[in-house]
């Protein structure tokens, strides 16, 4: 690799003269080589693990629920239409018609968020902060997969303006940078992050229509079968499980069925809620590919198992009590959800997601080994509160984050506070 080490320092552009371009090449001279040296000064822990590696590490725990969520992103499209109603059916049409549906907010994504931090770490003079690689990938993994990019630009820059930059960037803010772009657009624009219609898209986008034009080149005209007239199956809802579960409990969910052919389909079997062939953000879908990535963070030490378990925790302990109320008061209470049985509320909506990916992030969570357990174990509580008892919100996890967010640094303080106390008293 010492032809890239000469290509990057022949290109090196005078910090003086040009910040902003200097800034760039810095980022990507980091990207490729570890630097050097190790944190210098009244530091505790120098490792060579450095933040960007750290970073990667997060991106790559990623992939699992990432490649299987963009390809259902193909597939809720085509089961709408009554195509191809089979997982594996239509594989590259569906895989296809995922990637063109999904890159284009990735890439307006990465655009607006590394455009202001690279231009701020110029202003600043200092190197590229590289915690925009993880909230880059994250703020994708939470959207609706029609999201119009203009909002996604939108929420991407809010969030990384006023939830890092204003802080004092990276390593200083007390929100999670992904989930505040996903609280502006839930509440700027609740239209297209809210309902039935916004987790399945029936349309197909310029890119689809360009690919389709190319494949025609080779005979395949109707890749996308763009002219076929495909029309919404007959009793196709887009209501995603929790939606169901809202309104009629655990057995409205499973009752839930489409007719396809003569066929007939339950969409929302467990087996299909544990491996992503549901309606939903494109990281929140497969339970199996984010308890990999789970793992994948415990035993490389980037994510907290502490926060991890004590957030399941405090989800079994709440949603158990709900059903006890329920079971107790079953003729006077009317909440369906109350109803839905503890342990299935890890196959719907984004609960795994927001403990292995949004509650574990290091800047926002609490950072003593006890504060971990409360603040994990509170955010199970409150997210299944919300979640069930709301009836405008039937998901919990973006609030009750971003609320346990503003309580860690005091969840800290007073465990320390009590273990001098404890200290002080066997002195």
Same mark, same amino acid.
């Given at each position: 690799m010492k032809f890239i080490r000469n290509f990057m320092d022949k290109i090196e552009p005078d910090k003086a003269k040009s910040p902003f371009l200097h800034t760039l090449w810095d980022g990507m001279d980091t990207f490729f080589y570890v630097p050097n040296h190790v944190t210098k000064g009244r530091t505790h822990i120098k490792d060579g693990m450095d933040l960007k590696r750290t970073m990667i590490h997060v991106v790559l725990a990623m992939q699992f629920a990432f490649l299987i969520g963009m390809y259902n992103i193909g597939h809720q499209h085509y089961f709408s239409l009554g195509m191809y109603p089979g997982f594996f059916s239509g594989f590259f049409q569906k895989l296809i018609f995922g990637v063109l549906q999904y890159l284009p907010t990735?890439?307006?994504?990465?655009?607006?968020?590394?455009?202001? +931090?690279?231009?701020?770490?110029? !202003?600043?003079?200092?190197?590229? +902060?590289?915690?925009?690689?993880?909230?880059?990938?994250?703020?994708?993994?939470?959207?609706?997969?029609?999201?119009p990019l203009w909002i996604v630009a939108l929420a991407t820059a809010f969030a990384v303006v006023i939830a890092k930059e204003a802080f004092g960037g990276t390593g200083m803010n007390v929100f999670n940078v992904a989930l505040v772009a996903r609280v502006f657009v839930f509440f700027a624009f609740p239209s297209e992050i809210s309902g039935d219609e916004v987790w399945v898209t029936q349309d197909y986008t310029w890119l689809h229509k360009g690919f389709n034009a190319f494949?025609?080149?080779?005979?395949? &005209?109707?890749?996308?079968?763009?002219?076929?007239?495909?029309?919404?199956?007959?009793?196709?809802?887009?209501?995603?499980?929790?939606?169901?579960?809202? !309104?009629?409990?655990? +057995?409205?969910?499973?009752?839930?069925?489409?007719?396809?052919?003569? !066929?007939?389909?339950?969409?929302? &079997?467990?087996?299909?809620?544990?491996?992503?062939?549901?309606?939903? &953000?494109?990281?929140?879908?497969?339970?199996?590919?984010i308890i990999l990535g789970a793992i994948f963070l415990i035993f490389s030490k980037i994510g907290s198992w502490r926060i991890m378990l004590s957030l399941v925790l405090g989800a079994v302990f709440m949603s158990a009590l709900l059903n006890i109320v329920n079971s107790m008061y079953a003729n006077e209470l009317t909440n369906a959800f109350l109803s839905v049985p503890w342990y299935y509320q890890f196959t719907m909506g984004g609960l795994l997601f927001a403990m292995a990916f949004m509650a574990t992030d290091p800047v926002t969570a609490a950072g003593t080994s006890t504060g971990k357990w409360i603040y994990g174990f509170l955010i199970g509580v409150v997210g299944i509160i919300i979640r069930v008892l709301n009836p405008a919100y039937p998901e919990g996890w973006m609030l009750a984050i971003l609320l346990l967010n503003v309580f860690a640094p005091l969840i800290d303080y007073m465990v320390l506070q009590n273990n001098i106390k404890r200290r002080l008293q066997r002195a």
């Amino acid at each position: 690799m010492k032809f890239i080490r000469n290509f990057m320092d022949k290109i090196e552009p005078d910090k003086a003269k040009s910040p902003f371009l200097h800034t760039l090449w810095d980022g990507m001279d980091t990207f490729f080589y570890v630097p050097n040296h190790v944190t210098k000064g009244r530091t505790h822990i120098k490792d060579g693990m450095d933040l960007k590696r750290t970073m990667i590490h997060v991106v790559l725990a990623m992939q699992f629920a990432f490649l299987i969520g963009m390809y259902n992103i193909g597939h809720q499209h085509y089961f709408s239409l009554g195509m191809y109603p089979g997982f594996f059916s239509g594989f590259f049409q569906k895989l296809i018609f995922g990637v063109l549906q999904y890159l284009p907010t990735i890439i307006v994504v990465h655009i607006v968020g590394l455009g202001i +931090e690279f231009l701020f770490a110029a !202003k600043k003079g200092h190197g590229i +902060e590289e915690g925009f690689l993880v909230s880059g990938f994250l703020i994708p993994l939470i959207m609706p997969p029609a999201t119009p990019l203009w909002i996604v630009a939108l929420a991407t820059a809010f969030a990384v303006v006023i939830a890092k930059e204003a802080f004092g960037g990276t390593g200083m803010n007390v929100f999670n940078v992904a989930l505040v772009a996903r609280v502006f657009v839930f509440f700027a624009f609740p239209s297209e992050i809210s309902g039935d219609e916004v987790w399945v898209t029936q349309d197909y986008t310029w890119l689809h229509k360009g690919f389709n034009a190319f494949a025609s080149l080779f005979g395949a &005209s109707d890749f996308f079968s763009i002219h076929n007239g495909a029309t919404l199956v007959d009793g196709w809802s887009g209501a995603t499980p929790l939606s169901l579960a809202a !309104k009629g409990g655990w +057995e409205s969910v499973q009752a839930y069925a489409v007719t396809i052919g003569g !066929k007939v389909y339950h969409p929302y &079997s467990t087996s299909n809620l544990l491996w992503g062939n549901v309606p939903g &953000s494109v990281g929140e879908v497969s339970k199996i590919g984010i308890i990999l990535g789970a793992i994948f963070l415990i035993f490389s030490k980037i994510g907290s198992w502490r926060i991890m378990l004590s957030l399941v925790l405090g989800a079994v302990f709440m949603s158990a009590l709900l059903n006890i109320v329920n079971s107790m008061y079953a003729n006077e209470l009317t909440n369906a959800f109350l109803s839905v049985p503890w342990y299935y509320q890890f196959t719907m909506g984004g609960l795994l997601f927001a403990m292995a990916f949004m509650a574990t992030d290091p800047v926002t969570a609490a950072g003593t080994s006890t504060g971990k357990w409360i603040y994990g174990f509170l955010i199970g509580v409150v997210g299944i509160i919300i979640r069930v008892l709301n009836p405008a919100y039937p998901e919990g996890w973006m609030l009750a984050i971003l609320l346990l967010n503003v309580f860690a640094p005091l969840i800290d303080y007073m465990v320390l506070q009590n273990n001098i106390k404890r200290r002080l008293q066997r002195a």
